[in-house]
């Protein structure tokens, strides 16, 4: 398992945060160092993830569709069938026995896709503890099924409208947050990005699904895989793929990022090739972070929410520039039609982030020998995505359908209005300290 150096992989990483918050993170480094020499913690992890997530989930070979791609046999990791839909629980039930050992009794969260928000929203309720969500209102618009199930779980859901509206400025508003709470509450960070420990911690949680598939694997073919995909957002479901094998030099790993509509700036999240990121500190950490020529962050555009960040778990980076790791990308259309090709060939309706893993997966197993096995980790299943997929297969019947339904909504409105549907709120409404800020 990858070991940070005082925090840092090689270049990336470290902690750059104000003085404020020094004290949470360090309580939470010294907590995390403890509890991972300690074998009953994580076996507490995996028995919640059990009991609760339907872990361990299974590796499905794929037979159709692999005489289709033609080349290496392929695999789907199922992280898609935990609780929740994606490999986000993982991360925010170990989090969230954390947050117990420390004594705290509020979480917050930011969220892109909305998937790291319902999945602590879920955590919350299981825990009983007080969550607010921070997202971007742009993210709300595009992943509102996820908003209304985090509402109907009983966390706050806050809308971020600064900047690009989305997932930067959300994790902007959770700092912001934290350094006013962070002697009561715990920062649920979604992904392996963040000043350390995040990244590390992030990463030891879902690598729970690394491990997984080594032994499954190993049972089904009697040896490790030739080669294992992964989408990268901010590298958290890769990272739990990879890291039992980064020492298995023989196991290419595979990380794909998302290529948008081009190569203009905005139209991408290709962080990892060489002219796209450059090094840069923001948001508490040091990592390759798309900018402009002033040195801002960049904006991003993905067709898969959960992509669209403009910056990289320092882990990722620094395996990419040591040659560990390989960066590929998929675009927009390249997307869809592996998504096609999933539905119609197994039966299986991925996430769109995950069929980045999928498309860049393809095109690298048809390069391959067919007693050669590739494993594709299906970060999470499509259901959340119905609203883009439609828009881009267009049926008449499902814009119909969705007239007929709003007019059943507006007809007939129920005993019980969900609160804030309407009118979103523009500021946090509960207690937190810095309210004035987000009025300014
Ligand atoms: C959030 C999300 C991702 C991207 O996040 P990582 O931290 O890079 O794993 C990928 N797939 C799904 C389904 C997601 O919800």
């Given at each position: 398992m990858i070991r940070s150096q005082n925090g840092m992989f090689g270049d990336f990483g470290g902690r750059f945060v104000p003085e404020i918050l020094l004290p949470a993170l360090t309580e939470l480094e010294q907590m995390f160092a403890q509890l991972r020499e300690d074998?009953?913690?994580?076996?507490?992890y995996v028995t919640l993830t059990r009991q609760f997530s339907g872990r361990p989930t299974p590796l499905t070979p794929c037979h159709r569709l692999s005489d289709h791609i033609g080349g290496a046999r392929i695999w789907l990791k199922r992280e898609d069938l935990n609780h929740s839909g994606a490999h986000k629980v993982n991360n925010v039930l170990g989090q969230g026995l954390l947050v117990k050992r420390l004594g705290k009794k509020?979480?917050?969260?930011?969220?892109?896709a909305g998937q790291h928000g319902l999945a602590t929203a879920i955590m919350a309720a299981r825990l009983g503890l007080e969550a607010t969500i921070y997202m971007g209102a742009d993210d709300i618009e595009r992943q509102y099924s996820n908003v209304f199930w985090m509402r109907q779980l009983g966390a706050n859901v806050v809308p971020v409208s600064t900047?690009?509206?989305t997932l930067k400025e959300a994790m902007d508003e959770a700092l912001r947050d934290w350094a006013a709470s962070c002697e009561t509450t715990h920062y649920v960070l979604g992904t392996a990005c963040g000043p350390a420990p995040f990244p590390e911690l992030v990463t030891y949680f879902q690598s729970v699904i690394g491990i997984e598939l080594q032994d499954q694997i190993q049972e089904a073919i009697g040896r490790l895989p030739d080669a294992?995909?992964?989408c990268v957002g901010g590298g958290s479901n890769a990272m739990g793929a990879f890291?039992?094998?980064?020492?298995h030099h023989d196991v290419t790993l595979v990380g794909v990022e998302a290529g948008g509509r081009g190569m203009g700036d905005g139209d991408h999240s290709i962080r990892l090739k060489p002219d796209t990121a450059e090094t840069g500190i923001a948001q508490g950490f040091k990592?390759?972070?798309l900018q402009n020529e002033d040195g801002q962050l960049g904006h991003t555009h993905s067709i898969a929410a959960g992509l669209d960040y403009v910056g990289v778990s320092p882990i990722i980076a620094h395996l990419s520039q040591s040659g560990r790791l390989t960066a590929d990308s998929a675009n927009d259309e390249e997307v869809l039609e592996a998504f096609k090709l999933l539905m119609k060939f197994e039966g299986i309706i991925p996430a769109l982030e995950s069929s980045h893993a999928l498309a860049g997966g393809f095109r690298k197993a048809a390069t391959m020998n067919n007693d050669q096995h590739l494993v594709i980790n299906l970060s999470g299943r499509g259901d959340k995505d119905i609203f883009n997929v439609a828009r881009a297969f267009p049926q008449p019947e499902w814009t119909a359908f969705l007239q007929r339904e709003l007019e059943r909504h507006t007809q007939e409105?129920?005993?019980q209005q969900e609160p804030?549907?309407?009118q979103e709120p523009s500021v946090q409404k509960s207690d937190t300290a810095h309210k004035e800020n987000r009025h300014a």
């Open positions: 074998a009953d913690f994580w076996q507490e509020r979480v917050i969260a930011e969220t892109g900047g690009a509206r294992i995909v992964a890291s039992p094998f980064l020492d990592t390759l972070f409105p129920s005993a804030s549907a309407e």
